[in-house]
T-cell receptor
Framework: EAQVTQNPRYLITVTGKKLTVTCSQN?????MSWYRQDPGLGLRQIYY???????DKGDVPEGYKVSRKEKRNFPLILESPSPNQTSLYFC??????????????FGPGTRLLVL | KNEVEQSPQNLTAQEGEFITINCSYS?????LHWLQQHPGGGIVSLFM???GKKKHGRLIATINIQEKHSSLHITASHPRDSAVYIC????????????FGTGTSLTVIP
């Protein structure tokens, strides 16, 4: 089954404790991306990657790191989480098309609470 | 400035009604996407448009590049259409970065 998986689905942590949210896709997609969703602000892009070893900042990259060492995986790293990073996080992947990123496939979301 | 605006923010309709959700953007785009977010939180991509019109079942998406405007229409609405509908674009001046509207919350009453 074609899918994007994220782990964990729910996470409660404390300020400053490094964490990683994993994202994996099995569709051989070139484009992968991380988003956060907050009430009143909607979805905002954190980082994206157009292929292995190619990553770019989105709208809100501060406090986050990513890497794309393999095509299928795109982990999101919070080196020193803070309460303002409490949010719902989505990973997505899409094939590459003539106009850029194609139809996106979203993971189920990771709900993060930073105390 | 790269901006995406959606209207209305909230919409309540009776079952069977024809629904229109609008999305406007500020500058030239490479593509526009319509997304659906279910009450449980999952997000599904409905359409990707760079020109013209697309139809899938009761859903129709149109885009007018000159007017910088797109519409999502739902014909014969049903309670299972209740969801948040989100417009997302990639602007030609910022490459492959996505920008999102704040979403339209649709409730269809039986």
């Amino acid at each position: 089954e074609a899918q994007v998986t994220q782990n964990p689905r729910y996470l409660i942590t404390v300020t400053g404790k490094k964490l990683t949210v994993t994202c994996s896709q099995n569709m051989n997609h070139e484009y992968m991306s991380w988003y956060r969703q907050d009430p009143g602000l909607g979805l905002r892009q954190i980082y994206y990657s157009m292929n292995v070893e190619v990553t770019d900042k989105g709208d809100v990259p501060e406090g986050y790191k990513v890497s794309r060492k393999e095509k299928r995986n795109f982990p999101l790293i919070l080196e020193s989480p803070s309460p303002n990073q409490t949010s719902l996080y989505f990973c997505a992947s899409s094939p590459w098309t003539s106009v850029g990123s194609g139809t996106q496939y979203f993971g189920p979301g990771t709900r993060l609470l930073v105390l | 400035k790269n901006e995406v605006e959606q209207s209305p923010q909230n919409l309540t309709a009776q079952e069977g009604e024809f629904i229109t959700i609008n999305c406007s953007y500020s500058v030239g785009i490479s593509a526009l996407h319509w997304l659906q977010q279910h009450p449980g939180g999952g997000i599904v991509s409905l359409f990707m448009l760079s020109s013209g019109k697309k139809k899938h079942g009761r859903l129709i998406a149109t885009i007018n590049i000159q007017e910088k405007h797109s519409s999502l229409h739902i014909t014969a609405s049903h309670p299972r259409d209740s969801a948040v509908y989100i417009c997302a674009v990639t602007f030609t001046n910022t490459g492959n970065q996505f920008y999102f509207g704040t979403g339209t919350s649709l409730t269809v009453i039986p």
